[in-house]
């Protein structure tokens, strides 16, 4: 069953807390995203993963950090998490970059106090 | 500036009736993607269709089909006998590739209620 998990599904932070969103997927997919949804407003793309190690911005990177040492897991940092990274963030995994539709995780809703 | 609009916030229909979603977009890419998907209640994302933009044939995939229009940067997503299990947040998203890296831009969503 292919599939793409998120963890934890549900975070509560205080602001300057560190952050660790963790996105695993089974179909040995090459490329993964993470985005973030806020309420009104469509998927925006924060970070996108090639493959091991290939890494490359999307439309909002400030205030987060990825890592991808595994093909099969991606992971998104917030370093001295703010306010405003307070949202709902997805993990998707495609086949291949810009050829395939994507999978995508259930989301983390993360809330920073 | 929107570069992928939904002109839709919310829109309705009853079951069995056919709806339509309308999308527009901005590109100077000569290949692009456009990909559509549906949101549930639950928040998961479900891929539904997408359209190349080198293929002039509009897309099918079961109930769903794409009326696209090139030239005007438009695409439509049809739903035929919808049902009130299709409703939820419908998303187009334009996916572009620049200079190597894609590029992936969402609409803000049509949230659609199909009625029983």
């Known amino acids: 069953d292919m599939k793409v998990t998120q963890m934890p599904r549900y975070l509560i932070k205080r602001m300057g807390e560190n952050v660790l969103l963790e996105c695993g997927q089974d179909?040995?997919?090459?490329?993964m995203y993470w985005y973030r949804q806020d309420p009104g407003l469509g998927l925006q793309l924060i970070y996108i993963?090639?493959?091991?190690?290939?890494?490359s911005e999307g439309d909002i990177p400030k205030g987060y950090r990825v890592s991808r040492k595994k093909r099969e897991h991606f992971s998104l940092i917030l370093d001295s998490a703010k306010t405003n990274q307070t949202s709902v963030y997805f993990c998707?995994?495609?086949?291949?970059?810009?050829?395939?539709?994507?999978?995508f995780g259930p989301g983390t809703r993360l809330t920073v106090l | 500036a929107q570069r992928v609009t939904q002109v839709q916030p919310t829109g309705s229909s009853q079951w069995g009736e056919e709806v339509t979603l309308d999308c527009s977009y901005e590109t100077s890419e000569y290949f692009y993607r456009i990909f559509w998907y549906r949101q549930l209640f639950s928040g998961e994302m479900v891929f539904l269709i997408y359209?190349?933009?080198?293929?002039?044939q509009n897309q099918r995939s079961g109930r769903y089909s794409v009326v696209f229009q090139k030239s005007f940067k438009s695409i439509s997503l049809v739903i035929s006998a919808s049902q009130p299990e299709d409703s939820g947040t419908y998303f187009c998203?334009?996916?572009?590739?620049?200079?190597?890296?894609?590029?992936?831009?969402f609409g803000a969503g049509t949230k659609l209620t199909i009625k029983p």
């Open positions: 179909m040995s997919h090459e490329t």
């Open positions: 993963s090639y493959d091991v190690d290939s890494n």
């Open positions: 998203a334009l996916s572009e590739l620049d200079y190597g890296n894609e590029k992936i831009t």
């Open positions: 359209q190349p933009s080198f293929d002039t």
């Open positions: 998707a995994s495609s086949l291949y970059w810009g050829v395939a539709e994507q999978y």
